[in-house]
């Protein structure tokens, strides 16, 4: 059964400095990879999907997809206070039976 | 957009008490799934459905049923509800390529 790992549990970051978020898998033929945003308990908001091995980006946020290294990252260009929120990491096998992480809490300082 | 709704969006009740969660979505997707989400285990996998009257089996599907009356609605059933499943529930609704979640339910149970 597919496993997913985010990394790290939590980080902090000052305003206008990159941010990076890890996340691991235990099986690499899954189809689709997607990191989502979740405010304060509050409904997923998707920000990136990507299919193929190499770079997404959407806006400030740029996912990188390694499959033979069982990786995807997300990096998040210039954050801000309102991006301060949990990220998760979403594996898809196109069984429909979608596999989350267990989040990375973002806090980003003014 | 696909548009996720869900009700109650707040709702306490008693051990033993009877309890059903109820979702919309207006975008005639196929699929229709209810989640757990929960400190330290991420979302996890309830109930889905791929059509009205079509029910399959999560990975945490012990104490739940649910019902998938037509294309539109799909209700998250707890009989006999125990303080375990305190939790916020998330209903989602697919295409091909992206899952659209509700803004979530919490559920308290005394």
């Known amino acids: 059964q597919q496993k997913v790992q985010q990394s790290p549990e939590s980080l902090t970051v000052s305003e206008g400095a990159m941010a990076s978020l890890n996340c691991t898998f235990s099986d690499g033929t899954s189809n689709n990879f997607r990191w989502y945003r979740q405010h304060s308990a509050k409904g997923l908001e998707v920000l990136v999907s990507?299919?193929?091995?190499g770079e997404k980006e959407e806006g400030r946020f740029t996912a990188h997809l390694n499959r033979a290294n069982l990786h995807v990252s997300l990096h998040i260009r210039e954050p801000q206070p309102s991006d301060s929120a949990v990220y998760l990491c979403?594996?898809?096998?196109?069984?429909?039976?979608?596999?989350f992480g267990t989040g990375t809490r973002l806090q980003v300082l003014p | 957009e696909a548009a996720v709704t869900q009700s109650p969006r707040n709702k306490v009740t008693v051990t033993g008490g009877n309890v059903t969660l109820s979702c919309r979505q207006t975008?005639?997707?196929?699929?229709m799934y209810w989640y757990r989400q929960d400190t330290g285990h991420g979302l996890r996998l309830i109930h889905y459905?791929?059509?009205?009257?079509?029910?399959q089996i999560g990975d945490v599907p012990d104490g739940y049923k649910a019902t998938r009356t037509t294309q539109e609605d799909f209700f998250l059933l707890l009989e006999l509800a125990s303080p375990s499943q305190t939790s916020l529930y998330f209903c989602?609704?697919?295409?091909?390529?992206?899952?659209?979640f509700g803004p979530g339910t919490r559920l308290t149970v005394l």
């Open positions: 990507i299919f193929s091995d």
């Open positions: 989602a609704s697919s295409d091909r390529y992206e899952q659209y």
């Open positions: 975008n005639s997707h196929n699929y």
């Open positions: 979403a594996v898809d096998p196109n069984t429909n039976k979608v596999v």
């Open positions: 459905s791929y059509g009205a009257g079509n029910l």
